[in-house]
């Protein structure tokens, strides 16, 4: 092993603390900041720690989390793209093809390779462990919604059409899960935290 | 699955995000704040990613991830440990350990088990997936500290000696990183970053 592989190791894990600066729409649980994307990357590997078993089939979950932790790396130049955004989400693909390409290339040249595959089979969406390592990231958000009075639903005009079919994929790859999900939605829209339709405009 | 049981899984889930809100000693590379434990939680885990191979002997990278993961989760309750404070450590296991009973407590019985375990054998330090997740829990505020020109350390007097026998456990089971460790606080003592030896008091 040269010192040059360290060194690149050791760069790209600093560079890698940027993340803790990059904000969310949402709102951490006390409501008394925005939440950044490093911490909410944590969150959901423990989610998948905690949650595994509610996968409908086989998942490895060692992959699911690892997947959960870098998945959001992109966004220290990409930024977070608001998932209700549609403008923003437009060009997203393209701006995160090149933060990928920067930021795994500050690593060996294997292991950025690995890690990338790693985020293009979460991007892509199509194994099992993709998928559901996909729920739990959708899924995080509407529980701190939830226990948070639907703020930031709230402030961006969310719609429970909206809600349900960005969880849409939850259906399917954990069903107990898919109980959770209507059932918050069920509340907060009777509780006016989510709008019934989008807003004439 | 009872419904139960995943009740008791989103009450975790959910008390997990007041870990977002334990502010820890060093600050992140900007300087802009203190760092928290959630998002340190996950940078060490991806240290993890990255550094697995410099293990001296067989490491189970999957399981060091977990234990990172949550190996702070106690501090909820307990609070962080500032490792240079004498009189804040001397109480620091007895805090610990109300804390993981209650917070581990609040999952399923055999799940909660199953992760007290892991943080058991994190602290206990004597498997080699537990003292390999302790080299990095130990080098990443080392890094911090040096990318920010010590602040940390400057400003709690930390001393040469002090950081290099916090940082010993590494020298054994991660050679090349202890080679990172010696530059570094060589380079950081040579600056003035780190005091020489303790203040006389």
Redesign the interface.
């Known amino acids: 092993?040269t010192a040059d592989r360290?060194e690149r190791?050791?760069a790209?894990?600093?560079e890698?603390?940027?993340?803790?600066?990059v904000l969310r729409r949402n709102v951490?649980?006390?409501r008394?900041r925005q939440?950044?994307t490093?911490?909410h990357?944590?969150?959901i590997?423990?989610?998948a720690?905690?949650?595994g078993?509610?996968a409908d089939g086989e998942v490895d979950i060692?992959r699911v989390?690892?997947m959960l932790?870098?998945h959001d790396v992109i966004e220290i130049d990409a930024g977070d793209t608001f998932a209700y955004d549609a403008a923003a989400t437009r060009d997203q693909a393209e701006r995160e093809r090149v933060a990928a390409d920067r930021l795994f290339g500050l690593?060996p040249d294997d292991?950025g390779g690995d890690?990338r595959a790693l985020w293009e089979e979460f991007e892509a969406e199509e194994s099992a462990d993709a998928v559901f390592a996909r729920c739990l990231d959708r899924m995080q958000p509407l529980?701190?919604n939830r226990?948070t009075d639907g703020v930031s639903w709230r402030r961006h005009g969310v719609t429970v059409d909206q809600v349900l079919a960005r969880n849409s994929i939850i259906k399917d790859a954990a069903p107990?899960?898919w109980a959770?999900v209507e059932r918050l939605v069920a509340e907060s829209a009777e509780e006016g935290l989510l709008a019934p339709r989008a807003q004439d405009s």
Not at 16 to 21: A, E, H, I, T, V
């Open positions: 092993m360290l190791q050791l790209f894990i600093m890698l603390d940027r993340l803790k600066q951490i649980a006390d008394s939440e950044n490093a911490e990357s944590w969150h590997a423990m989610m720690l905690v949650l078993e509610h060692g989390t690892k932790l870098l690593l292991q890690l529980l701190l226990a107990s899960l959770v």
